[in-house]
C-alpha cells in the first residue's frame, strides 16, 4: 500500500522555491514520485507519494559470500543505473546524489530527494543546499560547470558500488570528504581480497578525477561490471566448461541477477577442458643504480617443477630481501627464505597419501611460516651479531609464492611483492600489500591520515622473518605477521600474469601497472622470456646512476616473473636469466 511524504515549507523560502517546484512539476518521469503542492499562509506543503521499503542485504553481513555481495551489489546498482539514465535522457543530473533517497518496487526505482528540484546538465548550482563530501566529484567540488553531467552519476554509481562492496556504505571514509585524499581511491581488493577479476579496473575507470575518462553512461559501467561478475562465476563454478553458448550466456546472468542465495549448479554444462600452453619466463637483476654502487642483488627467483602423483607442479617465488637489517642481511634472508620454502613445499608433496589431493592453500601457509621461522633461527644464531638487539634488527625478506596446478594458480604473498594479470588490455593487482599503509587502510584509517606518513607507510608489517620481542627481551618468530594472504585464480588463455619485487613496479617512482600493458602489448609476438626482459630493460632505465647529488643513485634489485596462457597443446615452456 502506498504512503505519503509530506514536506513544509516556511514562506520565507518558498519565494525561492516555488519556481523550482514547478519546473519539476512540469518533468514527468516514472522514476519522479508525483508531487502536489498546497500553497497556505504564505507558504505550502508538498505531498508526495511514497512506496513500501524494501531492501537489500547490507554488505556489512558477516554470513554473505563474496558471490552473493557482488550479485546483490550490481542488482541494485542496474536498477539505480536504469533509473540515472532516464534522469540523463531528460537533460538531468542527480547531483544531490543520496543512495539513501530511493524506492524500489520490483524492478522499479523512484528517486525520493528530487521531489522538490532538478538539476540540469552543464551546471553546478550554486543553491546546491549541501555537496554530499562521501560521494561529490571533483567537478561539483570545484564547481566545474562544463564537466557535469552522466558521467558525474557515474562517479555517484560506481563510489556507492565500492562502498557497498568494501563493506563502507555506512560512513564511506571519513567526515572530511574525498577531496581531503586527492580522489585517490584505494584499491579495492584492500577491503576484499578475494573480489573477482575486472570489477576494480571497471570502477576505478568509473573514479577517475577527470570526467571524460570515464565511462560514458552508469549502464555502459553497469554492463563492463556484470561482464566481469559473469566471467568470474562461470570460471568459479564451472571451472571446465567450454565457452557457453548465446543461449547459456543467458542463462547464466540470469541466475547471477535473479538474486539467488545459493550458486548455480555444477551440472548445467558438459565438462570440456580446452589445452593450454603455458609460457614462463623470468629475470632477476642487480639494477644498475645498485650495481654501479657496488651492492648485491638481494632479490632472489625461483622456477621449480615438482612431481605431485602423476603430474607436475610449477612452483615460482619472488622474494626481495630488506636491505636495512642489523643482523643477517637481505640477500642472505631471501635465499634462506626460498630454500625453505622449495624444501616444506617438496616435503608435504611427499607426505600426500597416494592419489589424494593437495591443499595447496594449507601447504603454501606453513611453507610460509616455516621459512619465516628459519630466517629468525638464523639471524640469531649468528655469533659476530650486536650484544643488544630488537625485533626490527634482524634480516627479513619479501615472499610472493605461485603454485601451478593445471590451469589454477594459487598465490601467497607476504610483504610487498606483488602479482599482477594483464587481460583485455588492463592489469589488475591481484595480491594485497603487506605495508603499513595497506594494513592501516583495511583496518579503518581515513586515507588521508594514511597519506600523511609519507614513506613510514611502505615499511613493512608481513614479512618472513617478522619477530617480536617478549617482555624478557627475549626474540620469537612472529608467525602470524608471516601469514600469507592466499588466493586462487583459473587461468584462462589470452593472460599474462606477472609476478614481480618493488623494483620493477611501484607507482610514480618506476613502472606503473599501466606500463606493464604496454609493454606487453608491444611484445605480444615474443615469447613470455622476451616480455619479461623487456619489462625489466624498462624498470632499469627508470633508474638514477649514482651522482655527486646522489651517492648512491636511485633504484632497486629487479624481478620479473611472466606466466602467459595460450590455446594449444597441454604443456609448460620455461626460460629465465637471474
Known amino acids: 500500500m502506498n504512503g505519503l511524504r509530506i514536506h513544509g515549507i516556511r514562506p520565507e523560502l518558498w519565494t525561492e522555491l516555488a519556481a523550482d517546484l514547478k519546473t519539476r512539476q512540469a518533468v514527468v518521469l516514472e522514476i519522479l514520485p508525483p508531487i502536489h503542492v498546497l500553497e497556505t499562509g504564505g507558504g505550502a506543503l508538498i505531498f508526495a507519494e511514497a512506496w513500501p521499503a524494501e531492501r537489500y542485504a547490507s554488505s556489512d553481513t558477516t554470513e554473505i559470500t563474496i558471490e552473493n555481495l557482488v550479485t546483490e551489489t550490481l542488482v541494485w546498482c542496474r536498477k539505480l543505473a536504469t533509473a540515472m539514465d532516464a534522469l540523463h535522457q531528460s537533460g538531468h543530473v542527480w547531483l544531490d546524489f543520496d543512495p539513501e533517497a530511493v524506492e524500489f518496487r520490483g524492478n522499479h526505482v523512484r528517486i525520493t530527494n528530487l521531489d522538490w528540484r532538478l538539476f ?7 543553491h546546491l543546499a549541501k555537496i554530499s563530501k562521501r560521494f561529490s566529484p571533483p567537478e561539483v567540488c570545484q564547481f566545474r560547470d562544463d564537466q557535469v553531467g552522466p558521467q558525474t552519476d557515474v562517479f555517484h554509481l560506481a563510489l556507492a558500488a565500492y562502498y557497498r562492496l568494501a563493506g563502507l556504505e555506512r560512513h564511506g571514509f571519513s567526515d572530511l570528504g574525498l577531496e581531503a585524499f586527492g580522489f585517490d581511491f584505494p584499491p579495492l581488493r584492500i577491503y576484499r581480497p578475494e573480489l573477482p577479476t575486472g570489477i576494480w579496473p571497471a570502477l576505478s575507470q568509473a573514479l577517475s578525477k577527470n570526467a571524460s575518462q570515464r565511462h560514458a553512461s552508469p549502464l555502459e559501467l553497469i554492463q563492463q561490471l556484470e561482464r566481469a561478475a559473469g566471467d568470474h562465476l562461470r570460471s568459479h563454478y564451472l571451472p571446465s566448461a567450454a565457452p557457453p553458448t548465446p543461449s547459456e550466456e543467458r542463462n ?21 577442458v580446452p589445452s593450454t ?16 654502487a657496488g651492492t648485491v642483488n638481494q632479490d632472489q627467483a625461483v622456477v621449480h617443477t615438482i612431481p605431485v602423483h602423476q ?53 603454501l601457509e606453513i611453507a610460509c611460516q616455516s621459512a619465516s621461522q628459519a630466517i629468525v633461527n638464523n639471524a640469531l644464531s649468528i655469533p659476530d651479531r650486536p650484544e643488544v638487539v630488537h625485533d626490527n634488527d634482524l634480516m627479513s625478506s619479501t615472499a610472493l609464492v605461485a603454485l601451478i596446478d593445471g590451469r589454477d594458480l594459487y598465490l601467497a604473498n607476504v610483504g610487498d611483492s606483488r602479482a599482477y594479470l594483464i587481460s583485455q588490455g588492463r592489469a589488475e593487482q591481484l595480491t594485497v600489500d603487506g605495508d603499513v ?21 611502505k615499511a613493512l608489517r608481513y614479512c618472513l622473518g617478522a619477530c617480536r620481542e617478549l617482555a624478557n627481551g627475549q626474540l620469537v618468530a612472529d608467525l602470524e605477521r608471516a601469514r ?18 618493488d623494483g620493477l613496479v611501484e607507482e610514480r617512482v618506476f613502472l606503473n601497472p599501466e606500463d606493464l600493458v604496454t609493454i606487453a602489448e608491444a611484445n605480444s609476438s615474443g615469447s613470455a622470456q622476451a616480455i619479461a626482459e ?10 638514477r646512476l649514482p651522482s655527486e647529488a646522489e651517492p648512491a643513485g636511485y633504484g632497486d634489485n629487479i624481478t620479473c616473473i611472466v606466466i602467459r596462457s595460450a590455446h594449444g597443446p597441454s604443456q609448460v615452456v620455461l626460460s629465465g636469466k637471474g
Not at 534 to 543: D, G, H, I, T
Open 120 to 126: 540540469p546538465a552543464g551546471k553546478c548550482p550554486s
Open 277 to 292: 600452453t603455458l609460457e614462463i619466463g623470468w629475470q632477476c637483476e642487480t639494477g644498475r643504480a645498485k650495481l654501479s
Open 534 to 543: 623487456a619489462m625489466v630493460e624498462s624498470a632499469n632505465s627508470r633508474q
Open 437 to 457: 599503509a595497506t594494513s592501516l587502510l583495511r583496518e579503518g584509517v581515513p586515507p588521508e591520515q594514511v597519506q600523511e606518513m609519507g614513506a613510514a607507510g
Open 311 to 363: 603430474s607436475e607442479i610449477q612452483l615460482l617465488i619472488v622474494a626481495d630481501g630488506v636491505t636495512h637489517s642489523r643482523v643477517g642481511s637481505g640477500e642472505r634472508a631471501s635465499k634462506l627464505g626460498c630454500d625453505t620454502l622449495v624444501a616444506t613445499v617438496r616435503e608435504q608433496i611427499l607426505g600426500l597419501a597416494p592419489l589424494a589431493k593437495p591443499d595447496w592453500n594449507t601447504i
Open 484 to 501: 600469507p594472504q592466499l588466493s586462487q585464480w583459473r587461468i584462462k588463455p589470452d593472460e599474462i600474469y606477472v609476478l614481480c619485487s
Open 252 to 272: 547464466v546472468l540470469q541466475r547471477l541477477f535473479g538474486r539467488k542465495k545459493s550458486p548455480p549448479p555444477v551440472e548445467v554444462f558438459d565438462p570440456i
